[in-house]
């Protein structure tokens, strides 16, 4: 009960802290748009209106910068001047925001120790304006702080918040641009299918990565039309709970990573990371994506999908999308090779299928992974950077986990949404059911979401969500996670 009264006063100290800050400065804050109106595909969100985790930039030419803040132009020459000295050092742009988060776990098996977490933290975002007409330097200080509010026992902590105190530099890059193309060097973030932050932690993750994004056709892009080109490769990895970059991955079983599909007999391997690319295709509403991942010595991945919502003149928009997938084995496969895992070789395909209606959405998606006895985890995918993490595109991957957390089967999902109040109050549920027997039980999931985010103060730059998520027919009975949520942008 005492660490209940600590939380609540420490959550109560963190939203007068950011009320007084949105009081004396609110005339300044940057007008950002709301992240409810974002669609992510991500997280299986199909609209503006479903809430979707912290919200990546879309790869295009046009938005190269992911989590950075927009820079503005510097003027070095002042007419009513004779002589105007020339900056040695180029603008710093700065941004950032702070966290407060708390995170439960509770497991109805008899036995089961339940985990908690809380932290207050946050990011700071620098990144420079121009200079030598095409380069740029960008990074971000994140940190993480539980004040000694979590428990002493790791087996009570929800480790993944991260429970314990954690400051790291996550990115730091250099950039070229041009207006055919973004190279960027270093640590960073990067947004793709099958690689990206999974930002629904304190921390995300992030890349050590040599990636560029071309657009070699610029009378394509406009902001009814792109094709872009993403090309990347990755060394290095920095899980949400790392302080520092190693040759690793989510299936490593290392002090850096909390995952649930871990592989113990990887503890001490080294990875050599990823070759990747892909091209996007935008039309109106209409979205076309292809990627080819070589995961270097665990799978490759080619994957494909594409979604169109129908325009009409009425509330209704009808929505159709469809992926597919195949992952064969890569190089001197490491899963393979190890007694009991099996062989890597998988498929996948899925649809969806719904309709838009105002500021709602409700969908169905459906996936199916084609059981192979002898496989891993009987056919299901290799995917080493969102394993445990929940974060893979599939449509029917919930809150806590998808067919990749679990094994190869089936999966339906169903999810309905709506935005109130011009958006201010956002509420979501999903439903889903895996169906993955004989090699794992079949298992069901209710998650509910709702996001509050008020406008007339603090301009869209506070915002409060709390998630709540049900599943049935775990390996410790049933779980309820519940996540409560408050961050504040500032710039």
């Given amino acids: 009960m005492m660490l209940l009264h600590k939380k609540l006063f420490t959550c109560f100290l963190g939203i007068g802290v950011i009320s007084l800050h949105a009081t004396s400065f609110g005339s300044t804050v940057k007008n950002t748009p709301t992240p409810t109106k974002k669609k992510t595909a ?28 927009k820079p503005t132009p510097v003027t070095v020459f002042d007419p009513k001047q004779i002589y105007v000295p020339q900056k040695i050092l180029p603008h710093v742009n700065v941004d950032g925001n702070i966290r407060i988060y708390d995170f439960d776990r509770h497991f ?37 702080q539980p004040l000694g509010l979590n428990s002493h026992n790791p087996a009570r902590q929800d480790a993944s918040l991260p429970a314990t105190p954690l400051t790291t530099v996550g990115q730091a ?46 009378s394509l892009n406009t902001p009814e039309k792109s094709l872009n080109f993403i090309a990347l490769r990755q060394i290095r990895f920095k899980s949400r709970t790392a302080d520092s970059f190693t040759q690793t991955n989510l299936y490593n079983v290392n002090s850096y990573t909390v995952a649930t599909t871990t592989i113990p007999a990887l503890a001490n391997t080294k990875d050599i990371g990823t070759l990747a690319a892909g091209g996007l295709f935008k039309l109106k ?46 190089g001197n496969n490491i899963i393979a090779s190890l007694p009991g895992l099996g ?20 969908s169905f998606g459906w996936n199916n992974i084609p059981k192979k006895g002898g496989g891993y985890r009987n056919g299901d995918i290799v995917s080493p950077y969102t394993s445990g993490y929940a974060a893979d595109p599939l449509y029917t991957t919930s809150m806590t986990a998808g067919l990749i957390e679990k094994a190869a089967g089936s999966a339906r999902k169903l999810t309905g949404s709506y935005a109130f109040f011009d958006h201010q109050f956002v509420f979501a549920a999903t439903g889903a059911q895996y169906f993955t027997q004989p090699y794992l039980v079949n298992s069901s999931e209710i998650d509910l979401d709702a996001t509050y985010t008020p406008v007339p103060l603090f301009k869209r730059s506070l915002s409060l969500r709390g998630r709540i998520g049900y599943v049935a027919h775990t390996s410790s009975g049933k779980l309820t996670y519940s996540r409560l949520m408050l961050q504040y942008d500032f710039a």
């Avoid at 062989?343 to 409700?362: F, K, M, Q």
């Fill in 42 to 69: 991500a997280v299986k969100t199909h609209t503006h209106a479903y809430i979707s985790e912290p919200a990546p930039v879309k790869p295009l030419i046009t938005m190269p910068i992911i989590a950075m803040p």
């Fill in 108 to 144: 109805s098996r008899h036995g089961t120790t339940d985990q908690t977490a809380f932290s207050l933290g946050g990011k700071v975002n620098a990144l420079t304006d121009l200079f030598l007409d095409h380069f740029r330097l960008g990074g971000t200080v994140y940190t993480a």
């Fill in 173 to 218: 890059f250099a950039q070229f641009e041009n207006p055919y193309m973004m190279a960027r060097i270093g640590d960073s973030l990067i947004n793709t299918p099958w690689m990206n932050p999974a930002d629904s932690r304190m921390i995300p993750a992030t890349y050590q990565v040599i990636y560029g994004v071309f657009a070699p056709w610029q």
């Fill in 285 to 330: 509403t209409l979205n076309v994506q292809a990627w080819a991942y070589k995961f270097y010595n665990f799978s490759r991945i080619y994957y494909a999908d594409f979604k169109y919502i129908l325009p009409t003149k009425t509330i209704f928009r009808p929505i159709i999308g469809a992926q597919i997938l195949h992952s064969p084995a890569d």
């Fill in 343 to 362: 062989a890597v070789n998988s498929s996948a395909y899925g649809i969806l299928i719904g309709t838009e209606i105002g500021n709602g959405l409700i």
